[in-house]
T-cell receptor, first 116, second 111 residues
Framework: GAGVSQSPSNKVTEKGKDVELRCDPI?????LYWYRQRLGQGLEFLIY????????KSGLPSDRFSAERTGESVSTLTIQRTQQEDSAVYLC??????????????FGAGTRLSVL | DQQVKQNSPSLSVQEGRISILNCDYT??????FLWYKKYPAEGPTFLIS?????DKNEDGRFTVFLNKSAKHLSLHIVPSQPGDSAVYFC??????????FGAGTTVTVRA
């Protein structure tokens, strides 16, 4: 597609439920990233995928969070047993180059997650 | 540990005047710096970047200045226009894939 696509755009869930967020990166981009933005804060790195390499999961806040990516396409971020502190905007980005100069990441519009 | 800091959460400027946004970083391994612009309900959009081998990069109304010794960069918007009203994020990376972001500065351009 023309840009990074995320779905759903908004998700309201009850505490304790599982949620799944989807990201379609720009075609041809080998690198894919998930970030979280809490209200009034900057973007917080969660996880990174690059080709067939093992993902960097160092930013995942707890074992309730997991993510998968199918080849160099769609990625899903799953949050199990959601808590109120998981409420945030979850942003996905993709890039053509995965390091060094010109690592320009292109973002989707995000999924706004509200845990009641 | 906040490695990139934007100490001004908001900035109000009159249309036609200059907007100056500031950003400080702590990690001396950062060698590439970016500015993103974000409108409500949209994802951040890449605006302009600078490599550490330069101290200035200009693109139309937008100029980014880098002072490596002070670990400081700034974004100048001249002249400011109403469409520039948005949240601006400073980001930095080293020789890897991670971008570290500041908390953002909300710019309001007054008519």
């Amino acid at each position: 597609g023309a840009g990074v696509s995320q779905s759903p755009s908004n998700k309201v869930t009850e505490k304790g439920k599982d949620v799944e967020l989807r990201c379609d990166p720009i075609s041809g981009h080998t690198a894919l990233y998930w970030y979280r933005q809490r209200l009034g804060q900057g973007l917080e790195f969660l996880i990174y995928f690059q080709g067939n390499s093992a993902p960097d999961k160092s930013g995942l806040p707890s074992d309730r969070f997991s993510a998968e990516r199918t080849g160099e396409s769609v990625s899903t971020l799953t949050i199990q047993r959601t808590q109120q502190e998981d409420s945030a905007v979850y942003l996905c980005a993709s890039s053509l180059l995965a390091g060094g100069s010109k690592n320009i990441q292109y973002f989707g519009a995000g999924t706004r997650l509200s845990v009641l | 540990d906040q490695q990139v800091k934007q100490n001004s959460p908001s900035l109000s400027v009159q249309e036609g005047r200059i907007s100056i946004l500031n950003c400080d970083y702590t990690n001396s391994m950062f060698d590439y710096f970016l500015w993103y612009k974000k409108y409500p309900a949209e994802g951040p959009t890449f605006l302009i970047s600078i490599s550490s081998i330069k101290d200035k990069n200009e693109d139309g109304r937008f100029t980014v200045f880098l002072n490596k010794s002070a670990k400081h960069l700034s974004l100048h918007i001249v002249p400011s226009q109403p469409g520039d009203s948005a949240v601006y994020f400073c980001a930095a990376s080293g020789n890897d894939y991670k971008l570290s972001f500041g908390a953002g500065t909300t710019v309001t351009v007054r008519a």
